[in-house]
């Protein structure tokens, strides 16, 4: 018998092979859960204690055993051992050598239960962490949309102009897809926030253990309804990297708009040194790899999010060691995504917008074509009319027949008053309605953005 197996080697002779050990493991990606484990511990051996499993004294000793390994563990002290298999073996081996009642820490439990838990705690933080750095976004997004005051920049659709909109509307875009992220993540976390602790390999226990006790030690809002659905149920990590993958779209398609607005092509922003890389061979280089790497992120997020659910699709109830392959995917997504909220935020706070560039590009007379058929309309004209007769100046004037407000002025239908709203500035300002691109109407969104965020 080697020191392996400790755990089960009741009916088993030989040791593990070192094939098995490498591919079994678990310990190198799931031992930063092991916090999650020990709170599980002190909650479940309470509980013992509790319904007259363990004695009083016993629970004390494991308890104080705990605290022990957990400091040990977080100040790299702690010594893991070959037959360490995960972090859950590591924990109770580390009890149990510091206290021998440790011997009893597990009754009632398996680690499918103990798993399921200590995940779901786990993810149960990370997602705060995560809601709170999409949060910061928003604000920054916010203080940049309220310092933005009236500038303006053509609205695009098919990345051609179409008609200007305020820079603070723009802005606000984003935030409010952030807004859904938030929403998600929160509704997430209403189905995390369940313990499976109790429920056994499978089936519950025949020893009078009290779920409800321990799910309220830990601070769950639920606990399991059935045993078999608490340990093969990863609906949860699901649903959470379901939630961080359109998150990284998000994000994605504003690292996109960074890109293209820190070209020269472009030139609506300047970014921080700070936050720019330059090429190695090409001196006057300025690149915006952050943004580059927001927009590639996604795509292992994606990843992530498909490779759990190609994982899980497949299972009989009730757990199965498949299930391992949980962690790393989730793992990864939250460090992702944190890291990548990170470096946008201080990119976009520490971006200048080129305001000036941006309003040159908004006041061409072609971008204000919707608003002279609206001028049209507001007369009396039918829209398709109204349509037909702009249309046409527009390719007069393409034609070289005259300036579009040349041509504007002189026509019938139109006259001064219309070639007025070519003027450069004039055309933002006319898309005053509810949730408009006008900077008038983005005056009380900027209010109902604000009370979603403190809402
Ligand atoms: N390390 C496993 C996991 O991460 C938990 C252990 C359950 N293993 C078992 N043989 N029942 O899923």
């Known amino acids: 018998m080697t ?32 916090r999650e484990d020990i709170a599980g511990s002190r909650a479940h051996v309470t509980m013992l204690a509790a319904v007259g499993l363990l004695t009083d004294l016993e629970r004390d000793e494991i308890l104080a055993a705990l605290d022990q390994v957990e400091t040990a563990i977080a ?150 309804d059935n045993s078999l659905d608490a340990v093969s149920d990863r609906d949860f990590v699901a649903e959470v990297l379901f939630a961080l993958s359109l998150l990284g779209v998000h994000i994605s398609r504003m690292g996109e708009e960074l890109i293209l607005w820190a070209s020269t092509e472009f030139g609506f922003v300047e970014l921080d040194d700070a936050f720019s890389t330059g090429s190695s061979m090409m001196p006057q280089k300025k690149n915006p790899d952050i943004a580059e790497l927001a927009r590639g992120k996604a795509g292992r997020l994606i990843g992530n999010l498909t490779g759990l659910l190609a994982t899980m699709k497949g299972l009989p109830l009730t757990y199965n060691k498949d299930m391992q392959e949980d962690k790393e995917p989730l793992f990864d997504a939250i460090d992702t995504v944190r890291l990548t909220l990170i470096a946008l935020d201080g990119m976009i706070e520490s971006t200048t917008f080129r305001t000036d560039a941006m309003a040159a ?6 971008a204000a074509a919707t608003d002279l058929a609206e001028w049209l309309v507001a007369g009396g004209m039918p829209f398709r009319s109204a349509h037909a007769v702009v249309g046409e100046q527009v390719r007069n004037a393409l034609a070289g027949e005259g300036s579009l407000p040349e041509l504007v002025a002189a026509h019938p239908d139109l006259g001064a008053e219309a070639a007025a709203l070519l003027e450069p500035g004039v055309s933002v300002t006319r898309r005053t309605t509810r949730g408009g691109g006008s900077p008038a109407a983005v005056v009380a969104q900027i209010e109902r953005f604000k009370a979603a965020l403190d809402g």
Not at 7 to 31: C, I, V, Y
Not at 116 to 142: K, M
Not at 361 to 366: L, M, T
């Open 3 to 34: 020191e392996r197996g400790q755990l089960w080697h009741g009916r088993f002779e030989g040791g593990p092979s070192e094939a098995l050990q490498a591919l079994n493991d678990s310990l190198p990606f799931d031992r930063r859960m092991f």
């Open 361 to 366: 590009q908004a006041s061409s007379p072609y």
């Open 75 to 224: 100040d790299g002290s702690f010594e893991f051992a070959v037959s360490d298999e995960d972090i859950h073996t590591a924990v109770e081996r580390g009890v149990t050598e510091i206290a021998p009642a440790g011997a009893k820490m597990h009754t009632g439990r398996s680690r499918n239960d103990q798993v399921a838990t200590d995940l779901r705690l786990w993810t149960r933080s990370a997602v705060a962490e995560i809601r709170d750095l999409v949060v910061r976004l928003q604000r920054t997004l916010l203080a940049k949309a309220e310092a933005a005051g009236d500038a303006y920049l053509p609205g695009y659709t098919h990345l051609q102009q179409a008609q200007p909109v305020a820079l603070a509307h723009h802005l606000l875009a984003h935030g409010w897809a952030l807004q859904r992220d938030v929403e998600r993540l929160d509704d997430a976390a209403v189905r995390v926030d369940v313990s499976a602790l109790g429920a056994g390999a499978l089936a519950g226990s025949s020893l009078p253990l009290d779920p409800e006790m321990t799910a309220a030690e830990l601070g769950f809002a639920k606990v399991f």
